[in-house]
């Protein structure tokens, strides 16, 4: 793992949804996360993403924004959401989530069937879980070699050169 800032100008990184989630959160992971998409935004490095990583974060900004108003547990939160629509039609900051990661300069990427298949082999080799393998097989799909993300996990997959941003 690389902090961000040795990721060299004119890089090609594929985007984690942890990154999104983060930058919207106060701290020092919080300003490195926002200080990789600065870059993306500038145009200094280029950033990818795909469509399934944008659903996670839509999601996950739902969840929060609905747990902050109730003051529940994550698990309490998600449950009061399925029983209450009117709750989640209260709910706004999840509608800006796609048109924001596009207007950061991200590119969305597609999931293709073939990524959901080859996506079974990262499960396969490396132990990692169902969204995480997509993510391997569509930089795979799209010759993408850098990857920022919180998890460590990552870490045990062959070629990815991983880009995190708790570590100086």
Not at 102 to 114: E, F, N, Q, R
Request: glycine letters at 8%.
């Amino acid at each position: 793992m690389k902090p961000f800032t040795q990721l060299p100008d004119g890089a090609e990184i594929f985007i984690d949804t942890n990154i999104f989630v983060l930058a919207g959160a106060a701290g020092n992971l919080g300003t490195q996360c926002q200080e990789l998409l600065s870059r993306v935004r500038q145009r200094h490095i280029r950033g990818f993403t795909a469509t399934f990583v944008v659903a996670e974060v839509t999601h996950r900004v739902m969840v929060n924004e609905a747990r902050a108003q109730l003051q529940r547990t994550a698990r309490e939160t998600v449950e009061r959401l399925q029983q209450d629509p009117a709750l989640i039609r209260s709910l706004t900051r999840h509608l800006a989530v796609a048109s924001d990661i596009g207007k950061a300069g991200v590119d969305i990427l597609p999931l293709t069937v073939k990524d959901l298949h080859a996506s079974k082999a990262y499960r396969r080799d490396y132990g990692l879980l169902t969204n995480d393998s997509l993510i391997v097989a569509v930089m795979r799909n799209q010759r993408l070699r850098h990857l920022a993300s919180h998890d460590g996990g990552f870490s045990r997959v062959a070629g990815l050169q991983l880009w995190n941003p708790g570590r100086e």
